[in-house]
């Protein structure tokens, strides 16, 4: 009887024994990767031929563990994250751009309209090669941003390669003060408004309802063209917000994170204020991620008709973790967006329910000849003799946009034939 005891002591200790060596080892394994970056700091730190401080050196590893993830990720320092939190409300000085990375290839992905960059031509798509000299190949977006800004008035000179391009060529913009009104509105005969959405920060939707007020003030809207082109996102409760100015009820968007119980629905209330006026949105390569949102939306919902071409594919929900003790922050992509059908936009963007590209009018001559072009509407005309040019009518400017933009004449066609087509479908 003892011997079997004494047996089943030793078992049981041979089993704790075995137990708590598995348990080590799993500990060891994890401290592993902490013990080797140890080691390589104090490695870089004793034999690297510049002297780097520790802080440095730790920040710099966080900023490549955040780079690695995915373009979007980033850690941001104090001056950074101030910053950043800057650029939500208010005004900030630098060129109106949106960048991204590609590939570790810094993009364009949309110069912000009548901004310092818009005007100098970059596109979306664009590759800035060079930021004042410095090449940005394995720059960080944050660096990157940190360049490109800088007090108003200064110059910087980017490097670009356009997409149709074989060379690339080099660009001074002088940097302004990069104001965040977000909606342009403007009213063209038979009562149709074209809303110009250019960002999403965090008075967008309520820029848009003033917008809609102010030229329901000359007569009732007829339509709407909701133009989203070269709008690179922004945020996303006013993407939602904005949607549900048009959509009764339902689904806008859901957002879905690692685990399946991380998704969070918004979605669309109705109201006596809704608008149901025949609807027709633009977009193009430079619209991304709130835009996306917005387009998809209305268009899973069969609310408006999407026209343009096909969208950026920026389908990802960056969260913003902050401010930490020391000032810092860091952007984490924390979930992927999708549309109320379930569509994810990641990589692949909104296709158009109409594909028209966008063409370029280099020569007056090519304008259609229905929009009919007065002395006063050319370019350095001479003054009427009072010591100034005569300022443009509402008309006039409408005429301007009309004559220069082929998607945008056929968004306003469309827009006022939906309540046709519709009849005849339901006929």
């Not at 373009?71 to 650029?87: G, I, T, V």
């Not at 009548?114 to 394995?138: F, H, N």
Request: glycine content about 8%; charged content about 25%; proline content about 5%.
């Amino acid at each position: 009887m003892r011997g079997l005891r004494l047996f089943a002591c030793l078992a049981l200790l041979m089993s704790l024994t075995i137990f708590c060596g598995d348990t080590m080892a799993v500990e060891q394994s994890d401290y592993m990767p902490f013990k080797r970056f140890s080691q390589i700091l104090d490695l870089v730190e004793q034999h690297y031929v510049l002297d780097i401080s520790r802080k440095e050196l730790i920040d710099d590893a966080i900023k490549g563990m955040l780079q690695q993830l995915d373009p979007h990720s980033a850690y941001m320092d104090s001056e950074e994250f101030k910053e950043m939190r800057e650029n939500t409300m208010g005004e900030f000085p630098g060129i109106g751009v949106e960048i991204g990375m590609d590939n570790s290839r810094l993009i364009v992905v949309s110069p912000i309209e009548d901004t310092p960059a818009y005007k100098a031509g970059l596109r979306s798509g664009d590759l800035i090669l060079e930021i004042d000299g410095v090449s940005t190949q394995d720059m960080s977006m944050i660096d990157a941003v940190k360049r490109i800004r800088g007090p108003e008035g200064t110059p910087v000179v980017l490097t670009i390669l356009h997409a149709e391009s074989q060379a690339p060529e080099r660009v001074t913009i002088v940097r302004g003060i990069i104001p965040l009104l977000s909606v342009k509105g403007q009213l063209f005969d038979g009562g149709v408004l074209l809303a110009r959405v250019t960002r999403f920060h965090e008075d967008t939707t309520n820029e848009l309802v003033k917008a809609i007020k102010d030229a329901s003030k000359t007569g009732p809207i007829k339509g709407i063209v909701l133009d989203l082109r070269n709008n690179p996102g922004g945020l996303l409760d006013q993407a939602v917000s904005l949607s549900d100015l048009f959509i009764k009820e339902g689904l806008v968007t859901y957002i879905q994170g690692k685990n399946k119980a991380d998704r969070r629905d918004f979605s669309a209330t109705s109201k006596s204020s809704d608008l149901t006026v025949p609807m027709v949105v633009l977009i193009n390569a430079g619209s991304a991620s709130a835009s996306e949102i917005v387009a998809g939306a209305l268009q899973d919902h069969r609310r408006a008709l999407i026209v343009g071409e096909q969208s950026f594919g920026k389908g990802s929900v960056q969260t913003v973790i902050g401010p930490l003790p020391d000032g810092s922050g860091i952007k984490l992509t924390t979930a992927l967006y999708y549309t109320p059908k379930g569509r994810s936009i990641q990589a692949e963007g909104i296709v158009p329910d109409l594909v028209i590209p966008f063409q370029p009018i280099t020569d007056k001559a090519d304008a259609p000849d229905r929009f009919t072009l007065r002395e006063r509407d050319l370019s350095r005309h001479l003054a009427n003799g009072n010591g100034s040019k005569t300022p443009k009518t509402t008309e006039q400017k409408a005429v301007e946009l009309l004559a220069n933009d082929n998607q945008l004449r056929m968004a306003v066609e469309l827009v006022k034939g939906l309540p046709a087509i519709r009849q005849l479908q339901h006929q």
